[in-house]
């Protein structure tokens, strides 16, 4: 993989007009440069009056001492070019950004920061880093950008150092807020990894927060708690077809079993005898394998996160609202003004759902502590939002059924 890129950039950087147009200027102001014969072929300056043509050899000197100087550094830049894979790939790695889509997004930031500095003055001061690339490509109207844009915010929010910097920028444009919170709404297919990822986003962003800002908040992060409708569990015994299939195939296998078996054993004894005999080569070769897979490791792509048991975005609904709450009081008077809201938020805490175990346990975990940090909230808005919860008829069966629940797993 790494030997196809690099040939991938030989072949981009010798192939464009840049390249060849170096070599050429460096070989038409190296032949002037060599021969002197600016005044024609046999003449000599001394033959004859020289008049006006007295400073015409060092005018032609520095001309082409200057042009010789721009083709060599443009020569310098494309075998560069070439090698620009390697800081490339260590910031892949320093960014944590993973997959095919992190490494893509790396490229676009170098062809981001390439671009603006071509742009400007050459010694007019650029604040170009990948906070404000992510901005900007969020900002995009493309949603493939908006892809790369909100991947890269996620990333920098897993580390502290750029956490806090992408934060406070984000908390000062009103414009990318509004972009972020518009991507919680996108329910069409092709947009469900953006809002996945905005989601995320979303939810260290609540932490302060204010829903004053951008109106409707609430009602949008509210209609996360409406994704996806579980799923009905089939009746295996209702799959006949398949079932006589898997019996019929057991009693084919059955019978060619026993002709394996003398087959197997002749073979496990002649994999005996190889094997003996590839131990000294396999120590011999143990040390070049080992540097070229951590080689192989670190310049190569890290694999694509899996996502995780929270990553459900009814629960990361909740996730925004809990934070919200507690960010300040006019978010709570929001989150009371939003009518539904709050039975949503209810009723993933039922515990005799049709999700699977690991999704009804992550769901009734987010609605227990987002409804314990809404009781918690002290003031007129802690007692409107505690009568709203407790005036919930289901509330204490769905609690009577969590408490009954973890009885059971006890005993």
Same mark, same amino acid.
């Given at each position: 993989? @790494? ?182 709404? *996108? ?99 143990? *040390? ?10 670190? *310049? ?19 996730? @925004? ?14 989150? @009371?003004?939003?009518?539904?809201? @709050? ?69």
């Amino acid at each position: 993989m @790494i030997v196809n890129e690099v040939y991938a950039l030989v072949v981009v950087s010798i192939g464009n007009l840049q390249f060849p147009a170096a070599v050429l200027r460096v070989e038409l102001s190296l032949l002037r440069l060599i021969f002197h014969n600016y005044y024609g072929d046999g003449v000599h300056p001394g033959n004859k009056t020289l008049g006006d043509e007295t400073n015409l050899t060092p005018s032609l000197i520095i001309f082409y001492g200057t042009v010789l100087g721009q083709g060599i550094l443009y020569i310098v830049a494309c075998i560069l070019q070439i090698f620009s894979f390697i800081p490339r790939r260590s910031l892949v790695h320093l960014g944590g950004f993973r997959g095919q889509l992190g490494v893509e997004s790396v490229d676009l930031y170098y062809e981001y920061a390439f671009s603006k500095f071509m742009a400007g003055d050459v010694l007019a001061p650029k604040k170009i880093n990948l906070i404000t690339f992510a901005v900007d490509f969020l900002n995009s109207d493309s949603s493939k950008n908006q892809l790369y844009g909100i991947r890269i915010m996620h990333s920098l929010l897993q580390k502290e150092q750029t956490k806090t910097r992408l934060l406070s920028k984000l908390s000062r444009s009103t414009k990318t807020m509004t972009r972020l919170i518009k991507m919680l709404d *996108w329910t069409n297919p092709s947009d469900a990894k953006i809002r996945l990822l905005a989601a995320k986003v979303t939810v260290e962003v609540a932490k302060n927060y204010r829903v004053v800002m951008i109106p409707g908040t609430v009602q949008v992060v509210s209609g996360l708690l409406d994704y996806g409708p579980p799923k009905k569990l089939q009746n295996p015994l209702l799959d006949t077809d398949v079932e006589q299939e898997e019996i019929h195939g057991l009693v084919s296998s059955a019978d060619s079993n026993e002709v394996e078996t003398h087959d197997v054993v002749h073979d496990l004894l002649d994999t005996q005898t190889r094997t003996t005999e590839q131990v000294g080569t396999a120590k011999e070769n143990s *040390w070049t394998v080992i540097i070229r897979e951590r080689i192989l490791a670190y *310049w190569s792509a890290p694999k694509e996160e899996p996502l995780m048991d929270h990553d459900i975005l009814p629960a990361l609904g909740m996730s @925004i609202i809990h934070n919200l709450a507690g960010s300040s009081e006019d978010n709570c008077q929001e989150i @009371i003004k939003q009518k539904g809201l @709050i039975p949503k938020i209810i009723g993933f805490s039922r515990s005799d759902t049709t999700n699977t175990d690991t999704k009804r346990n992550v769901l009734v975990k987010s609605s227990l502590k987002a409804l314990h940090k809404l009781t918690n909230i002290e003031g007129v808005i802690g007692i409107e939002l505690r009568h709203s919860i407790s005036i919930h008829p289901f509330l204490l069966g769905n609690l009577a059924g969590i408490l009954g629940d973890s009885r059971s797993s006890q005993e």
